[in-house]
């Protein structure tokens, strides 16, 4: 099972940008789905982004036009690049790994926070 580690987050102002970089663990990580999870006080866990490969990718409709997914599997790391950030995007930001095939994330990281202040 792979193992994942967020970095990245911190506090930021209206309309900033920041990078959140998710590594993995083990020969296998270029198999894995990669979600960005988000959970904001009293809200429920939300899936922000996933990325399979570069022509296999997934946006929230909160987060198009102003995110990118990416991966680079020689450095088994995914990485969510948010532009634009409103208050509203103020969360503890997760990857989560699913194997091909598989329809639940199995293995969470431990989150990382984003702030954004007004």
């Known amino acids: 099972q792979v193992q994942l580690v967020e970095s990245g987050g911190g506090l930021v102002q209206d309309g900033a940008s920041v990078r959140l970089s998710c590594a993995g663990s083990?020969?296998?990580?270029?198999?894995?789905?990669i979600g960005w999870f988000r959970q904001a006080p009293g809200k429920e866990r939300e899936l922000v982004a996933a990325?399979?490969?570069?022509?296999?990718?997934y946006y929230a409709d909160s987060m198009k036009g102003r995110s990118t997914i990416s991966r680079d599997n020689a450095k088994n790391t995914v990485y969510l690049q948010m532009n634009s950030l409103k208050p509203e995007d103020t969360a503890v930001y997760y990857c989560?790994?699913?194997?091909?095939?598989?329809?639940?994330?199995?293995?969470w990281g431990q989150g990382t926070q984003v702030t954004v202040s007004s």
């Open positions: 989560a790994a699913k194997f091909r095939g598989n329809q639940e994330y199995s293995s």
């Open positions: 083990g020969s296998t990580f270029s198999m894995y789905t």
């Open positions: 990325i399979y490969n570069a022509y296999s990718t």
